[in-house]
């Protein structure tokens, strides 16, 4: 199976500030990467596909990028909603992997 | 607008079986997609466990523990999850989900599982 390892697994931050989360493939995933956000009590929800293509409705500030094993999830002027934690899922092989999910606190 | 519900027993003896079910609305499950089963433990990891095409064809998670089965009642636009032999460790809340390729884009809400003597 293909391994994800996410990080920071918890992050805080100031509204309007910009964060960073990576993830780590242990092999090759050739951009075959999702961004979900759950929030509590709640499902996730699909937010970014194909490393870097943004679901319909999610807004644009959110984005994704990263090529071969590294991939990252970027958020930019945090609102108060945004506060949830956030899953990638490799989707190249199967069976498909989640990474750890990374905490983010809106202080 | 598709939606997916999950239902079933919210508590499960070890060395049982659990069953669960999935009911999808606004979309037929012979029509498209892989109809996805998920668990996630209460220390939040999520676990992909298998899917079930529009076809009718099954892949289960090897790394799974526990032996799995996925099926469907097409009349009912249903699919089901079976568990054999569940320990403490299938204590999860399971989600069904609809998507491409085994990617889950459409969530039900999911049902909470505990297994416990």
């Known amino acids: 199976d293909i391994q994800m390892t996410q990080s920071p697994a918890s992050l805080s931050a100031s509204l309007g500030e910009t964060v960073s989360i990576e993830c780590l493939a242990s092999?090759?995933?050739?951009?075959?990467l999702a961004w979900y956000q759950q929030k509590p009590g709640k499902s996730p929800q699909l937010l970014i596909y194909y490393a870097s293509s943004l679901q319909d409705g999610v807004p644009s500030r959110f984005s994704g990028s990263g090529s071969g094993t590294q991939y990252s999830l970027k958020i930019n002027s945090l609102e108060s909603e945004d506060a949830a934690t956030y899953f990638c899922?490799?989707?190249?092989?199967?069976?498909?992997?989640f990474g750890g999910g990374t905490k983010l606190e809106l202080k | 607008q598709m939606q997916l519900q999950e239902s079933g027993p919210g508590l499960v003896k070890p060395t049982q079986s659990l069953f669960l079910t999935c009911s999808v609305t606004?979309?037929?499950?012979?029509?498209?997609?892989?109809w996805i089963w998920i668990r996630q433990s209460q220390g939040k990891h999520l676990e992909w466990m298998g899917y079930m095409t529009y076809s009718g064809e099954t892949f289960y998670n090897p790394s799974l523990k526990s032996p799995i089965s996925i099926t469907r009642e097409t009349s009912k636009n249903q699919f089901f999850l079976q568990l054999n032999s569940v320990t403490t460790e299938d204590t999860a809340m399971y989600y069904c989900?609809?998507?491409?390729?085994?990617?889950?884009?459409?969530w039900g809400q999911g049902v909470m599982v505990t297994v416990s003597s």
């Open positions: 606004g979309f037929s499950i012979t029509s498209g997609y892989y």
């Open positions: 092999e090759d995933i050739y951009n075959n």
């Open positions: 989900a609809g998507g491409d390729d085994g990617t889950p884009d459409y």
């Open positions: 899922l490799q989707d190249s092989e199967y069976p498909r992997t």
